[in-house]
T-cell receptor, first 113, second 109 residues
Framework: KAGVTQTPRYLIKTRGQQVTLSCSPISGHRSVSWYQQTPGQGLQFLFEYFSETQRNKGNFPGRFSGRQFSNSRSEMNVSTLELGDSALYLC????????????FGPGTRLTVL | AQRVTQPEKLLSVFKGAPVELKCNYSYSGSPELFWYVQYSRQRLQLLLRHISRESIKGFTADLNKGETSFHLKKPFAQEEDSAMYYCALKETSGSRLTFGEGTQLTVNP
């Protein structure tokens, strides 16, 4: 089966800009979650979507938002970028809501200058 | 709030030696625990989950509710086990995972 795909794989932005990251889940998977990975904070949960509804949100400012489409694909958006937003953003998909079994994508490496 | 602690950032063993990666958690409810692994230049992937009670690649982990631990063990480490290992906790409801900081395991020849 094709794995979770994320685009773009690398991004360089400057402070104040906004960015949109895209995630395509494994075919048939209906739940998508996003994590931020940094050397200092490790893996931190951003949000989770199922059936186009946000089911859970982590402790991130409102500048971080996301959505899920009817085909289960998901996007996350970060507005007014800050230097501290530089991180690897991981998307994961799961067959159904309520499972802890996730298939992770390769990540999008965001660098904010 | 839930928390997962992996006390060792780095762990180095020799091939054939036993290995134990420690994981402790705090959660007031009934958690589900997982181990995820990331090999070099590969994606994060599920290694095992406590409710499955199975052995994957020779690794086992037992949930000890009394000690709130979920240590990962393997009796004879192999060089291909070298990777970053993350312990993760899922709350009773929902699917979000709380990850530990990770342990980088190096198995030396």
């Amino acid at each position: 089966k094709a794995g979770v795909t994320q685009t773009p794989r690398y991004l360089i932005k400057t402070r104040g800009q906004q960015v949109t990251l895209s995630c395509s889940p494994i075919s048939g998977h209906r739940s998508v979650s996003w994590y931020q990975q940094t050397p200092g904070q490790g893996l931190q949960f951003l949000f989770e979507y199922f059936s186009e509804t946000q089911r859970n949100k982590g402790n991130f400012p409102g500048r971080f938002s996301g959505r899920q489409f009817s085909n289960s694909r998901s996007e996350m958006n970060v507005s007014t970028l800050e230097l501290g937003d530089s991180a690897l953003y991981l998307c994961a998909s799961s067959l159904e809501y309520g499972q802890g079994v996730w298939d992770f994508g390769p990540g999008t490496r965001l660098t904010v200058l | 709030a839930q928390r997962v602690t992996q006390p060792e950032k780095l762990l180095s063993v020799f091939k054939g030696a036993p290995v134990e990666l420690k994981c402790n958690y705090s959660y007031s409810g009934s958690p589900e625990l997982f181990w995820y692994v990331q090999y070099s230049r590969q994606r994060l992937q599920l290694l095992l989950r406590h409710i499955s009670r199975e052995s994957i690649k020779g690794f086992t982990a037992d949930l000890n509710k009394g000690e709130t631990s979920f240590h990962l063990k393997k009796p004879f480490a192999q060089e291909e086990d070298s990777a970053m290992y993350y312990c993760a906790l899922k709350e009773t409801s929902g699917s979000r995972l709380t990850f530990g900081e990770g342990t980088q395991l190096t198995v030396n020849p």
